[in-house]
């Protein structure tokens, strides 16, 4: 089993900037991709950011250039500044850990952000 813990969110004004972090535990050999996903009130989960079983980054438009996704050396935690932030950007924000056979989240944290 792999157990995916997240810290961070809270509420910021528009321009401001969050840092969350996410880790990783367990059973975590067979991990190939981790990033984040985020869902706003009514609407479907999508892609923020991410790092690829090849090592690469995606991210997704609306954040290029304001979001930046990192990991540390032993790519069990990974983390997502986010500055410059809009109104747009509330959502519960969800960090993903991806194997083979199985897809474990951690659970949501809130990012709120007031204008």
């Known amino acids: 089993q792999v157990q995916v813990v997240v810290s961070g969110g809270g509420l910021v004004q528009a321009g401001g900037s969050l840092r969350l972090s996410c880790t990783a535990s367990?059973?975590?050999?067979?991990?190939?991709?981790m990033g984040w996903f985020r869902q706003a009130p009514g609407k479907q989960r999508t892609l923020v950011a991410g790092?690829?079983?090849?090592?690469?980054?995606n991210y997704a438009d609306s954040v290029k250039g304001r979001f930046t996704i990192s990991r540390d050396n032993a790519r069990t935690t990974v983390y997502l500044q986010m500055n410059s932030l809009k109104p747009e950007d509330t959502a519960v924000y969800y960090c993903?850990?991806?194997?083979?056979?199985?897809?474990?989240w951690g659970q949501g944290t809130q990012v709120t952000v007031s204008s």
């Open positions: 367990g059973s975590i050999f067979g991990i190939n991709a």
């Open positions: 993903y850990a991806f194997s083979r056979e199985n897809n474990y």
């Open positions: 790092f690829t079983t090849a090592g690469s980054t």
